[in-house]
Every structure is written in structure tokens, then in C-alpha cells.
């Protein structure tokens, strides 16, 4: 089992910056693809952000890219959403979710594929 805790939002204006981070605990970090989702209120849960395994590859959806960089820390456990440039379009609960051990250096963006998941950190970007 993996446990996902994810931290570090909260109200922000718009044009302001966030760092989430995602805490995971139980088995060998370093072997999992991990993402980034978020859901805003009547909306469904979409995909934000994907990192291989390895760090060395990761994806964007198109409303975050140039915005948002995803990064990893295996030592720590921890994976980031680092979030410049804010919108209000932005404000979701983002929900981390993890992938693995994982046969291969891929990126994943379909939440289905995804084994375990956070419990969500609330953003808010106001105008």
C-alpha cells in the first residue's frame, strides 16, 4: 500500500504562486509514476500534470502548461506542483496520485490507471 498526503495550498489572488507537495509513505517511492489531478465543484476530475518514474519525463494538459512544473524528490518522497501565474479557472480540490512499481519509465494521464490517490488540498485563485 502507498499512502498520498498532499499539502501546501490555500487562497491565493490571482497572478500569485503555490507549491503543492505529496507526501508518500508504504513502499519504494522511487518506483512509481506519479500525477497530479484536479476537480473543481460540478466539474469531473481532470489531469494536470505527470512525471515518469525516473523525473526525466513529464507532461502537461494544455491549460497548465508554461504555468506549472512538476517535480519529484525520491529521497523525500515527496512530489511537487509548483504553480505560477494563477487563474481562477485554477481553483479545484488537486488530488496526487500514484502509479506502480511501474515496468517502465512512462507517463501516465488517465486517472483509471492510477492505483492510489491522495485526499485532496483545496485552491482557491481569487479574481
Known amino acids: 500500500q502507498v499512502q498520498l498526503v498532499e499539502s501546501g495550498g490555500g487562497l491565493v489572488q490571482a497572478g500569485g504562486s503555490l507549491r503543492l507537495s505529496c507526501a508518500a509513505s508504504?513502499?519504494?517511492?522511487?518506483?512509481?509514476?506519479m500525477g497530479w489531478f484536479r476537480q473543481a465543484p460540478g466539474k469531473e476530475r481532470e489531469f494536470v500534470a505527470a512525471?515518469?518514474?525516473?523525473?526525466?519525463?513529464?507532461y502537461y494538459s494544455d491549460s497548465v502548461k508554461d504555468r506549472f512544473t512538476i517535480s519529484r524528490d525520491d529521497v523525500k518522497s515527496t512530489v511537487y506542483l509548483e504553480m505560477n501565474s494563477l487563474k481562477p479557472e485554477d481553483t479545484a480540490v488537486y488530488y496526487c496520485?500514484?502509479?506502480?512499481?511501474?515496468?517502465?519509465?512512462?507517463?501516465?494521464?488517465?486517472?483509471?490507471?492510477?492505483?492510489?490517490w491522495g485526499q485532496g488540498t483545496q485552491v482557491t485563485v481569487s479574481s
Open positions: 496520485a500514484a502509479d506502480g512499481p511501474a515496468w517502465r519509465d512512462r507517463l501516465i494521464t488517465l486517472a483509471s490507471e492510477y492505483d492510489y
Open positions: 512525471i515518469s518514474r525516473s523525473g526525466g519525463r513529464t
Open positions: 508504504g513502499r519504494i517511492f522511487g518506483s512509481y509514476a
